[in-house]
């Protein structure tokens, strides 16, 4: 090969990959704005209208946690837990630290009666310090009432203080999160 055809060839491929770049930018932005519309639908409570703009962001870009755990609440809503929790599973894959949907996930198993999962779940929200402690308290809180082993004073919670108790109210206000 001639120094000008390897040149040519090197052109083409940079005009390629910029076009492929920007198509991908593009159906990551049209994704973004599915998954905002889905979620404008869900707030209004129409739920299929949701349903299928999270589905058509998801085939647009499949790997959005965010798309998955908003799928997961029009499940929930629906009373699907089977399907929900294989929504908040997947984006809790694609994102281990993402609070949200680990925080959803233990309103299913909570649903479904399997409270030690719930707990476990509910640690794992609380472990992203970013995430609200004490919004994430709440849950567990319900659960370990449930479970009849609420204690009162420090180590009421697994090791942690019994800041539960002071959140009681608020517990039946707690639920599944966007």
């Given amino acids: 090969m001639t120094g000008r055809t390897v040149l040519s060839a090197f052109v083409i491929g940079l005009l390629l990959t910029t076009v492929s770049c920007s198509t991908m930018g593009h159906r990551k932005k049209e994704a973004v704005a599915q998954y905002k519309l889905g979620v404008s639908q869900f707030l209004a409570g129409n739920n299929q209208a949701a349903y299928v703009r999270f589905q058509e962001a998801l085939r647009l870009d499949p790997n959005n946690k965010e798309v998955y755990n908003a799928l997961g609440n029009v499940h929930l809503r629906l009373k699907e837990y089977e399907k ?15 609070s949200e949907a680990h925080n959803n996930l233990c309103y299913v198993y909570y649903k479904t009666g399997r409270h030690e999962e719930a707990i476990t779940s509910c640690e794992r929200a609380l472990a992203n310090k970013v995430y609200n402690a004490r919004e994430g308290l709440l849950q567990p809180g319900l659960l370990l009432l449930q479970a009849g082993t609420l204690r009162q004073g420090p180590g009421g919670f697994r090791g942690r203080p019994a800041a539960v108790a002071q959140v009681l109210p608020g517990i039946l206000r707690a639920g599944p999160r966007l």
């Fill in 84 to 98: 929900a929790e294989k929504s908040f599973k997947k984006a809790v894959s694609l994102d281990s630290q993402f």
